[in-house]
């Protein structure tokens, strides 16, 4: 089988030494790709937003499987064209990705279907956000409406630091068209927990769990982030609550989206606070995580590439997934700054040794290659460095022995990642 990635961040990267390990992969693309996806796959120029070009290079190339990392291309229609064209695409339909890329769409749809979340108001301006901002009361949440690469959240302390995010996005535009529209709705209280299912389109598997560290700075202070590191597999879910996910959330997302002519294939990523009455979603996305993918795929007990191929057909089988074992912890390197302004372009050094210790294994995601082919900082989430165990504590203590072989300039990271857990 040959498989094209579509992305080229640390979530592409753990995808692609997925299926670069399976006998049954023959060979794997990934467009653009970046300097750690090269070790393990061909990387191709392709503007992966634009659904004629990837459409022409999978025909190209007789591409068996197209596995859309990120969730712009599902956004700009990527995947129906591709369906359209008779392509299998592990991703779902423009329409059906509205359970990410439309947080007004998804908190309606959720109420529409019973699907447990936060009591919300969908505001279309901002005087009419600021009434239900004071409605709500403090702590509230301020969510732009649509895709803000993970920053269009503010969970509000206080009313002044609410109204502020409404002032940010709903006047300054501080979201573009994002903000346009924003959700405001009660802040739930619990634990996170991330929550993966495999669907294709009538039937779902769940796949995964893992805790996300949102925050930029150690105690979980600072401004939210796409993510500074993750462990796999959650502690706070086993496999009675795993039931209630699957029961109460997933199986009615996928009833819904059939009722509605939009099935759901793909990855359903439910964002879950596990609050005193169950586990209530507060997002949904509609791909792998980032930085969950670079924690959970290499916990995964089965190929990844048929598991796709099988929900992109329809035909996901009917037994459940085995029971995964270990654990994986993941420390995001960020860029001085992040994720506010930084600078980048700085060389990275310790690659190869970190990539050397038994138990490590270091994604890339912010990163380019020099003229000199020096590997050198280009994002704000630039590596993932992630430590295997059998035990958390076994998986923590190799992540961050191979986070101390790494080193550039202004180079920031969470020192407590699975802290908590272990």
């Not at 753990?14 to 794997?28: D, I, N, P, Y």
């Not at 573009?176 to 779902?204: H, Q």
């Not at 199986?251 to 990855?267: D, N, S, T, W």
């Not at 009455?277 to 995964?300: H, M, Y």
Request: contains cysteine; glycine residues 12%; charged residues 20%.
């Amino acid at each position: 089988m040959k498989v094209l990635v579509l992305g080229g961040g640390g979530r592409e990267h753990a995808l692609a030494w997925k299926l670069r390990q399976e006998s049954g992969v023959a060979e794997v693309l990934c467009a653009p790709g970046n300097p750690g996806t090269a070790t393990c796959a061909r990387t191709v120029a392709l503007d992966i937003l634009d659904p004629a070009a990837v459409t022409a290079l999978v025909a190209a190339e007789g591409v068996d499987l197209v596995i859309v990392g990120p969730e712009q291309p599902l956004a700009a229609g990527v995947s129906d064209a591709l369906r359209a064209a008779g392509h299998p695409v592990f991703g779902p339909s423009q329409d059906a990705a509205r359970l990410e890329t439309s947080k007004a769409f998804s908190k309606a749809f959720m109420d529409r279907h019973g699907v447990p979340t936060a009591r919300a108001r969908i505001c279309t301006t901002a005087d009419e956000a600021e009434v239900a901002v004071r409605a709500f009361g403090a702590p509230v949440v301020v969510k732009a409406d649509g895709l803000a690469a993970g920053k269009g959240v503010t969970v509000a302390a206080t009313l002044d630091e609410a109204l502020a995010a409404v002032d940010a996005a709903m006047r300054q535009g501080a979201f573009g068209a994002a903000g346009s529209t924003v959700v405001v709705e009660e802040c739930l209280t619990g634990p996170e927990v991330s929550y993966f299912a495999v669907c294709d389109g009538t039937r779902a598997l769940p796949l995964g769990t893992a805790q996300d560290h949102k925050r930029a700075y150690d105690g979980d202070a600072g401004p939210n982030t796409g993510g500074m590191g993750a462990l796999a597999p959650s502690p706070l879910v086993d496999a009675g609550l795993s039931a209630r996910v699957m029961r109460t959330i997933v199986e009615p997302v996928l009833a819904g989206m059939r009722a509605e002519g939009y099935p759901f294939a793909g990855i359903l990523y439910c964002g879950l606070m596990l609050t005193p009455d169950g586990p209530k979603v507060i997002e949904f996305n509609v791909r792998f995580g980032d930085p969950e993918a670079q924690v959970v795929l290499p916990l995964l007990p089965v190929p990844l590439a048929p598991l796709a191929l099988a929900a992109a057909k329809g035909a996901l089988p009917a037994e459940p997934l085995p029971a995964v074992s270990g654990a994986r912890v993941g420390v995001v390197l960020a860029s001085g700054g992040y994720p506010g302004a930084m600078t980048t372009g700085y060389p990275i050094d310790g690659l190869a040794a970190a990539a050397a210790m038994p138990g490590v294994t270091v994604f890339h995601a912010g990163t380019k290659t020099g003229p000199d082919g020096t590997v050198l900082t280009s994002g704000g989430r630039v590596l993932t460095v992630v430590g295997e165990g059998v035990t958390l504590q076994e998986a923590r203590d190799r992540a961050y022995a191979g986070v101390a072989q790494i080193s550039f300039k202004d180079m920031e990271f969470r020192r407590d990642i699975a802290a908590r857990y272990v």
